[in-house]
């Protein structure tokens, strides 16, 4: 039933935005200053707080900072990880495939959006810094933080292989096509076919070798659900050892945890029977519209007039949405009384898609967090671009990535690692640079050089053979003293990138 409302009121909004669309309204009479997490922009001004007084101000900074990192991580460990794993299992995923697929969708579509708007505001540094920047951050920091918390732990050699080496294969034409100083159209399509044509690959391993399939897609399915079992018992038994002192303080915390916990099931649908609640329920059918409809103001201005069965009758977009979505709230409410019997895949969809929705909005709140804290300290901007800018595109792939290890697929988060990133460089960067070339076509989209750039490369390209040679000597496990290593790696590329940016400007 949920489905069901939730799907016409789907059909109701495309009815009238594109069926009644109005040519009538300008778009310079609405605001162009959009706030999503598709813009620059955020939920709140962070810099008004300076007007005050400054300690004051980085004390404020501080509680916003500590509270966005506390979303971030519920929002990682509590539905993230579950619903990745549950759709997963629906879905009959190996590892290697929900990797490939709901990871890196999950953790890359915001910078898909960051790296077109780079290069169509005419900054293509800036996108392929990003991009790659983001990737060292991901290949060393955050690989090296899964194999500090979960090692040791084994991975697959085929995938394993298979992963880095398309990576790093990526990472090398990428850079052979820097070094021309010149990109055209169909160098930019091979971009996107290359992961396109990696997903088929990773689909054909896993499910297209006659018996294997069988056996592979029922242990997958078997070892999720198992591994499902294992996260739920291991944490009643953490609940079970806590002593008085961690009730108490769990108690104390409860003053920040129940708004936060409460937010978030108002809009992430809890897709199990067990966990259903009509209230919330209703609530998710009246928010998550006006919550994806946030999400996609970038391209559409919740002011966007709708024309209303009558020429003459206009009413803002998120009227419209806001009036038929708490509509269809208030009949769910009315007439579902009884919890589903199973759990519902698109419920299970709606869930990864709101969770992916906080991720992506927090962790852009906390980059105009610590980028404000940054001016207020009088930090230099080579300092705020290596560090706010590098994290602000990967925080969201470090807390989800060490979530799903956590939660019991270190091999899942593993793989994460290295196909999130690829869908950065191949889909994200790909798609802008398609656009871009095919504005000019049949010339070339040209690329600056800068040594900051060419540092960037060798660094990724280290972090990825390092992984393929030490993993692969350690008969494809992995050692937790690569983890530091790695760690140690990403703090000598921002010492050298540091030092770049500062002296060559």
């Known amino acids: 039933m949920a489905f069901t409302l939730i799907s016409l009121l789907l059909f109701t909004l495309f009815f009238f935005f594109f069926i009644f669309p109005s040519s009538h309204f300008p778009s310079s009479h609405f605001p162009s200053n959009r706030r999503s997490l598709l813009s620059n922009e955020g939920i709140f001004n962070y810099h008004s707080l300076f007007n005050t007084n400054p300690s004051l101000s980085l004390s404020s900074l501080s509680l916003f900072l500590l509270l966005h990192f506390h979303i971030l991580i519920t929002t990682a460990h509590r539905h993230f990880s ?66 500090i918390y979960a090692a040791p732990f084994s991975v697959d050699p085929a995938p394993f292989i298979r992963d880095v080496l398309f990576y790093l294969t990526s ?33 054909y391993m896993d499910l297209g070798i006659g018996d294997r399939r ?9 070892d999720l659900e198992q ?40 809009t992430i649908p809890q897709p199990a029977p067990s966990q259903w609640s009509r209230f919330y329920a209703s609530a998710n059918i009246a928010l998550c519209p006006l919550a994806l409809l946030y999400a ?7 002011s966007h007039p709708i024309v209303f069965l009558l020429p003459n009758t206009h009413f803002p977009l998120w009227a419209v949405v806001l009036t038929t979505s708490f509509s269809l709230a208030f009949l769910h409410f009315i007439i579902e009384k009884e919890p589903p019997k199973t759990e519902q895949l698109p419920v299970v969809v709606t869930a990864f898609v709101m969770s992916v929705f906080w991720i992506s909005t927090t ?45 019991g697929h270190p091999a ?23 656009i871009q070339t095919a504005d000019i076509y049949p010339r070339a989209y040209e690329l600056n050089f800068h040594v900051g750039i060419v540092i960037a490369f060798v660094f990724l390209i280290l972090s990825l053979m390092g992984s393929l040679l030490v993993i692969t000597w350690c008969r494809f496990r992995v050692p937790r003293f690569w983890g530091f290593c790695l760690v140690g790696l990403y703090i000598a ?10 002296f060559s400007g």
Request: with cysteine.
């Open 82 to 147: 579950i619903v990745t794993t549950n759709l997963a299992s629906h879905l009959r995923l190996s590892p290697s495939m929900a990797a490939v697929t709901l990871l890196s969708l999950g953790n890359g579509a915001p910078d898909v959006f960051s790296s077109l708007a780079a290069l169509r505001s005419g900054q293509p540094r800036t996108g392929l810094g990003a991009i790659l920047s983001a990737g060292a951050f991901v290949s060393a920091l955050v690989v090296g933080f899964v194999a």
């Open 171 to 203: 990472a090398l034409f990428l850079f052979y096509v820097y070094l021309s100083a010149e990109i055209f159209l169909w160098q930019a399509i091979g971009f996107v076919g290359f992961y396109v044509f990696f997903v088929g690959f990773v689909f």
């Open 214 to 222: 069988v056996k592979i897609g029922n242990e997958s399915f078997s």
């Open 227 to 266: 591994q499902k079992e294992l996260v739920t018992s291991h944490q009643e038994q953490v609940k079970r050892r806590s002593s008085r002192f961690r009730r108490a303080f769990e108690l104390i915390s409860k003053l920040w945890e129940v708004p936060v916990s409460t937010l978030l099931k108002l």
């Open 296 to 302: 996609c103001n970038s391209f559409m201005s919740f």
């Open 363 to 407: 962790a852009g709140e906390l980059v105009n967090c610590l980028e404000a804290i940054g001016i207020l300290l009088k930090l230099p901007p080579a300092i705020l671009g290596l560090t706010v800018l590098a994290w602000g595109n990967s925080v969201g792939d470090l807390v989800a990535d060490v979530a799903v290890a956590k939660a």
């Open 412 to 434: 899942m988060a593993m793989a994460g690692c290295f196909a999130g990133p690829m869908f950065n460089m191949l889909v994200g960067l790909g798609s802008a640079l398609v």
């Open 493 to 502: 590329f921002m010492a050298v990138s540091l030092l770049i940016a500062m």
